[in-house]
């Protein structure tokens, strides 16, 4: 059986992070990278479909383009960061299922079924995308997770490759720079928005 976190832990991972505006100008190495990876794999999805693809801009150009693809609000936090992650759902997830689930045909489920492939993929993706918000936290650093981009033209620039790509959601990364942040929002307490039945 499990033990429960220290309250640093705890901490670190949920009660004092934070979602970052901008960065200290501190590197953040591929080791990092990987090891963010190497945790958010672990995590749980359905039939452990791993739909998620991402795309790791870590230079100058890779952040210019992805900048223009953003809100003008978000642009400098992009240029700003060390690297910016975009996670995206492969719509044809479906055909990895042999290995990644070899218990069962689970293929077969998403085969002729557009409407339930594409749901599972950004399903899974966003649970992903939650997962990769907190390796990154777990291994020292910290996230500006962001929607405020165009679908369209960050999968035109970055994913026209692989069509099958559908970018969800994008992320700042590195080391948060506390002057960047505003006080945190209201967080209810349990009673607020839960019922035991």
Aim: glycine share 4%; aromatic share 10%; net charge negative.
């Amino acid at each position: 059986m499990s033990a429960p976190l220290s309250d640093a832990a705890l901490d670190q991972l949920f009660r004092s992070a934070r979602t970052y505006n901008g960065y200290l100008d501190t590197p953040v190495s591929t080791e990092q990278l990987t090891a963010i990876w190497d945790l958010m794999k672990m995590a749980p999805t359905s039939a452990n479909q791993l739909p998620a693809r991402l795309v790791w801009c870590t230079s100058q150009e890779a952040k210019e383009k992805l900048a223009a693809c953003s809100a003008p609000t978000n642009a400098p936090k992009i240029l700003s960061a060390p690297v910016t992650v975009i996670i995206a759902a492969d719509m044809q997830f479906h055909e990895q299922l042999p290995w990644l689930f070899p218990h069962a045909d689970a293929r077969s489920w998403f085969s002729g079924n557009d409407a339930l492939r594409e749901k599972s993929a950004v399903l899974n993706t966003t649970l992903q995308a939650a997962y990769f918000i907190m390796a990154a936290r777990a291994i020292g650093l910290d996230t500006g997770p962001m929607t405020g981009f165009s679908n369209e033209a960050v999968d035109a620039a970055f994913l026209a490759d692989t069509p099958d790509y559908k970018s969800v959601m994008i992320s700042t990364l590195g080391h948060g720079d506390p002057a960047s942040i505003f006080d945190r929002s209201p967080r209810p307490d349990f009673d607020k928005f839960n019922r035991i039945a």
